[in-house]
T-cell receptor, first 113, second 114 residues
Framework: DAKTTQPNSMESNEEEPVHLPCNHS???????IHWYRQLPSQGPEYVIHGLTSNVNNRMASLAIAEDRKSSTLILHRATLRDAAVYYC??????????????FGQGTTLQVKP | NAGVTQTPKFQVLKTGQSMTLQCAQD?????MSWYRQDPGMGLRLIHY???????DQGEVPNGYNVSRSTTEDFPLRLLSAAPSQTSVYFC?????????????FGPGTRLTVL
């Protein structure tokens, strides 16, 4: 499985944008980039995913580097509710690993009021 | 839609006891899976199922059994509990387990083995 590298922790101020980086230098051409987050004492929840193009949804934006070796999850205006552990995960299209989310340690985001 | 439900929320076992963690989903998802999360760690896959009657092992299957007799339910059985199985257990489901399918997680079962 291709690996991802994320900073252990980040801090942000409320109502400011947050850029969460993820390095995945061994990504292959058909690996999808997924982001999940885990709020305290809850199960993980889906945030966003993409393959090559930048993606937007109501929760966040995903910016993918042109060479796909890194990506950035962007929270446009952080709220206290966004304090969570954010996981960047690669899923290979079409392999036996279909559906298996391989979690690393993620980035713990702290949001200050 | 209740989504993914898990019971119980909390459980304390003694070493050697057996028990079943329940997981159910009402989204007609084919794919279901079980993860465990130890303190300060990411989740690790225990077992998964791509449909009724089909199960397979994940990253850490030892000490756990699963079966999938219906689309809705995917119970996880601990055969003889050990302190090393103290963890938070999460069940998840997705449409077919495809690489673009969103996975939905339950609220978790916090298990302590004494």
């Amino acid at each position: 499985d291709a690996k991802t590298t994320q900073p252990n922790s980040m801090e942000s101020n409320e109502e400011e944008p947050v850029h969460l980086p993820c390095n995945h230098s061994t990504i292959s051409g058909t690996d999808y980039i997924h982001w999940y987050r885990q709020l305290p004492s809850q199960g993980p929840e889906y945030v966003i995913h993409g393959l090559t193009s930048n993606v937007n949804n109501r929760m966040a934006s995903l910016a993918i580097a042109e060479d796909r070796k890194s990506s950035t999850l962007i929270l446009h205006r952080a709220t206290l509710r966004d304090a969570a552990v954010y996981y960047c995960i690669l899923l290979f299209f079409g392999s036996s690993n279909t559906g298996k989310l391989i979690f690393g340690q993620g980035t713990t985001l702290q949001v200050k009021p | 839609n209740a989504g993914v439900t898990q019971t119980p929320k909390f459980q304390v076992l003694k070493t050697g006891q057996s028990m079943t963690l329940q997981c159910a989903q009402d989204m007609n998802h084919e794919y279901m899976s079980w993860y465990r999360q130890d303190p300060g760690m990411g989740l690790r896959l225990i077992h998964y199922s791509v449909g009724a009657g089909i199960t397979d092992q994940g990253e850490v299957p030892n000490g756990y059994n699963v079966s999938r007799s219906t689309t809705e339910d995917f119970p996880l059985r601990l055969l003889s509990a050990a302190p090393s199985q103290t963890s938070v257990y999460f069940c998840a489901s997705s449409y077919r387990g495809g690489t673009t399918d969103t996975q939905y997680f339950g609220p978790g079962t916090r298990l302590t083995v004494l």
